[in-house]
């Protein structure tokens, strides 16, 4: 095999190092290569100084592209930007002209902007352009403010000599004094100053509203008091005149009047007297301890009473149910009287279309038969009742048997879940145990509630579901009603 000549590999390597030389070129200066991809917008400039062909254009500070060329129409810089084609630009997008340091170095910046518009195409142009500060321009004008601050500083200097200095020195401390002063005094007094303040806007506000018609009735005044003065003076000097004269004519009566007032006033002292002594039945009254406790008893014992009446809550209950089981309504009036949060008492009235059994014997062919017949009754109850929290107990007189209750409230006392025992004898017509009753009364309305549960639990030929509802309110009048029939006198 043929040797290759030195020649050969000398031109190999040159070409290698050209081709390496030629990519990092492209590399390092981000020229984008002839096969690489993207798509052209285009921005117009007022003035792109310091911006250079294939400078960088970033997006969120991250490298998209380049600017591909920068050409002048009509007066005017039309760069091209070439742009990743993997980057989105909408129409509502703007670019920047940003500077890169102090130095003077520019590159484009875009912000995409909102996928609510439509994309921008290739060829397309960005209507929002911002242009970077003039470097120049804000460095002449920051020379020129710091040249007349110098300048004005030393025109301030010479306007003041020493003592003009220390005197000026001097004001300012004692205004800082005179400012700690005030900030203390205004700390001691802020509330006073607010309502002193708060008064006085107070005080404008009605003298403007009322001062226009004040001044109008202090003219009217002053002019009717003008007209009216004389007149004034000639009644009031002929009243004292006439009164003169009354004097004249009476004098020996009111000289009797006085003798009469002197006798008065004796007899009044003497009366002083005797109920001081004691005598008769005022002075008594005012001597005797024993009149003067019973009084003062009887009054501790109605201010008692006054204060119990004031306390009591009574409240009316009026409500009716239907058993399924029995087929009959049931009417009920309750009165709960509460003397105290955790303490009451019910008494009340209960319509019963079952409420008596009578048994009748009956004998035909000599064999003897018992008849029973169910009556509606009027029952009676009534039950002392303890609450404790949400959890009320109950015990007494239920339907004119001794029965138990419990009670338990629930959303702020909206609604009631309550247990019901009585007739333990089962007395009851159709009853071999005791009436039990388990409900819920739930108020749907300020006075009005409704009610259902199972009814007789324990007797299966009467047990059903009942349902119901009434009214239930509080009566202030009727509290007064019952103190005032206890202080009525019993009879004898």
Same mark, same amino acid.
């Not at 997008?93 to 130095?103: C, F, I, N, Q, R």
């Not at 010479?158 to 700390?187: P, Q, V, W, Y």
């Not at 009165?335 to 014997?361: F, N, W």
């Given at each position: 095999m043929k040797?290759?000549?030195?020649?050969?590999?000398?031109g190999l390597?040159?070409?290698?190092?050209?081709?390496?030389?030629?990519?990092m070129t492209f590399?390092?200066?981000?020229?984008?290569?002839?096969w690489?991809?993207g798509?052209?917008?285009?921005a117009?400039?007022d003035?792109?100084s310091?911006?250079?062909e294939?400078?960088r254009?970033?997006?969120? %500070?991250?490298?998209?592209?380049?600017?591909?060329?920068?050409?002048?129409e009509?007066?005017?810089?039309?760069?091209v930007?070439?742009?990743?084609?993997?980057?989105?630009?909408?129409?509502?997008?703007?670019?920047?002209?940003?500077m890169?340091?102090?130095?003077?170095?520019r590159?484009?910046s875009?912000s995409?902007?909102t996928?609510?518009?439509?994309l921008?195409?290739?060829?397309?142009?960005? @209507?929002?352009?911002?242009?970077?500060a003039d470097v120049?321009?804000?460095?002449?004008?920051?020379?020129?403010?710091?040249?007349?601050?110098?300048?004005?500083?030393e025109?301030?200097?010479?306007?003041f000599?020493?003592?003009d200095?220390?005197a000026?020195?001097?004001?300012?401390?004692?205004?800082?004094?005179?400012?700690?002063?005030?900030r203390?005094?205004?700390?001691?007094?802020?509330?006073?100053l607010?309502n002193?303040?708060v008064?006085l806007e107070?005080f404008t506000?009605?003298l403007a509203?009322?001062?226009?018609?004040m001044?109008?009735?202090?003219?009217?005044?002053?002019?009717?008091?003008?007209?009216?003065?004389?007149?004034f003076?000639?009644?009031?000097?002929?009243?004292?005149?006439?009164?003169?004269?009354?004097?004249?004519e009476?004098r020996?009566?009111?000289?009797?009047?006085?003798?009469?007032?002197?006798?008065?006033?004796?007899?009044?002292?003497?009366?002083a007297?005797?109920?001081?002594? %004691? @005598?008769?039945?005022i002075?008594?009254?005012?001597k005797?301890d024993s009149l003067?406790?019973?009084?003062?008893?009887m009054?501790?014992?109605?201010s008692?009473?006054?204060?119990?009446v004031?306390?009591?809550?009574?409240?009316?209950d009026?409500?009716?149910?239907y058993n399924?089981g029995?087929?009959?309504?049931?009417?009920?009036?309750?009165?709960?009287?509460?003397?105290a949060k955790?303490?009451?008492?019910?008494?009340?009235?209960?319509?019963?279309p079952?409420?008596?059994?009578?048994?009748?014997?009956?004998?035909?062919?000599?064999v003897t038969t018992? @008849?029973e017949?169910? @009556?509606?009754?009027?029952?009676?109850s009534a039950?002392?009742?303890?609450r404790f929290?949400?959890v009320?107990?109950?015990?007494?007189?239920?339907?004119?048997?001794?029965?138990?209750?419990a009670?338990?409230?629930?959303d702020?006392d909206?609604?009631?879940?309550?247990?019901?025992?009585?007739?333990l004898?089962?007395k009851e017509?159709?009853a071999?145990?005791?009436?039990?009753?388990?409900?819920?009364?739930?108020?749907v309305f300020?006075?009005l509630?409704?009610?259902s549960?199972?009814d007789?639990?324990?007797n299966?030929?009467?047990r059903?579901?009942?349902? %119901?509802g009434?009214?239930?309110?509080?009566?202030?009048?009727f509290k007064?009603l019952?103190?005032?029939?206890?202080?009525l006198?019993?009879?004898?």
């Amino acid at each position: 095999m043929k040797e290759v000549s030195t020649e050969l590999k000398v031109g190999l390597f040159a070409i290698l190092v050209i081709i390496i030389l030629t990519y990092m070129t492209f590399k390092v200066g981000r020229i984008p290569f002839m096969w690489e991809k993207g798509f052209r917008l285009y921005a117009v400039f007022d003035d792109v100084s310091g911006l250079d062909e294939k400078s960088r254009l970033k997006i969120a %500070g991250v490298d998209a592209g380049i600017v591909d060329r920068i050409s002048l129409e009509d007066g005017k810089a039309r760069i091209v930007l070439l742009i990743d084609p993997n980057v989105k630009i909408y129409r509502n997008a703007t670019v920047y002209l940003k500077m890169s340091g102090l130095l003077g170095d520019r590159h484009i910046s875009v912000s995409t902007g909102t996928p609510d518009e439509p994309l921008l195409k290739s060829g397309d142009t960005i @209507e929002n352009v911002i242009a970077a500060a003039d470097v120049d321009k804000l460095l002449s004008k920051l020379t020129a403010a710091a040249t007349f601050m110098g300048d004005l500083a030393e025109d301030f200097k010479g306007m003041f000599s020493e003592g003009d200095k220390k005197a000026l020195s001097e004001s300012i401390h004692n205004l800082r004094a005179l400012t700690e002063s005030l900030r203390n005094i205004s700390a001691e007094n802020r509330v006073p100053l607010h309502n002193v303040i708060v008064r006085l806007e107070s005080f404008t506000d009605e003298l403007a509203a009322k001062g226009p018609a004040m001044i109008d009735d202090i003219s009217v005044t002053a002019r009717t008091l003008g007209e009216k003065a004389p007149r004034f003076m000639d009644d009031m000097t002929q009243m004292a005149s006439n009164l003169k004269e009354v004097i004249e004519e009476n004098r020996a009566s009111l000289k009797e009047g006085v003798e009469n007032f002197r006798t008065v006033s004796k007899s009044a002292s003497n009366i002083a007297l005797k109920i001081e002594s %004691g @005598e008769g039945t005022i002075g008594k009254l005012v001597k005797d301890d024993s009149l003067y406790n019973s009084i003062n008893k009887m009054s501790v014992e109605a201010s008692k009473s006054l204060d119990l009446v004031s306390r009591l809550r009574t409240y009316l209950d009026f409500h009716t149910e239907y058993n399924t089981g029995e087929g009959e309504w049931k009417g009920y009036f309750d009165l709960t009287l509460q003397p105290a949060k955790d303490k009451y008492y019910i008494l009340g009235v209960v319509s019963d279309p079952r409420g008596s059994v009578e048994k009748t014997d009956r004998t035909i062919n000599g064999v003897t038969t018992t @008849e029973e017949e169910t @009556e509606s009754k009027l029952e009676f109850s009534a039950q002392y009742a303890r609450r404790f929290e949400d959890v009320g107990l109950r015990i007494g007189m239920l339907e004119s048997t001794f029965g138990l209750g419990a009670d338990y409230y629930f959303d702020d006392d909206k609604g009631r879940v309550k247990f019901d025992l009585w007739d333990l004898s089962a007395k009851e017509a159709d009853a071999d145990r005791s009436h039990a009753k388990i409900g819920v009364d739930y108020r749907v309305f300020k006075y009005l509630f409704v009610s259902s549960g199972i009814d007789n639990l324990l007797n299966s030929g009467r047990r059903g579901i009942y349902v %119901g509802g009434g009214l239930k309110f509080e009566d202030e009048d009727f509290k007064y009603l019952i103190g005032k029939a206890g202080s009525l006198p019993l009879p004898r």
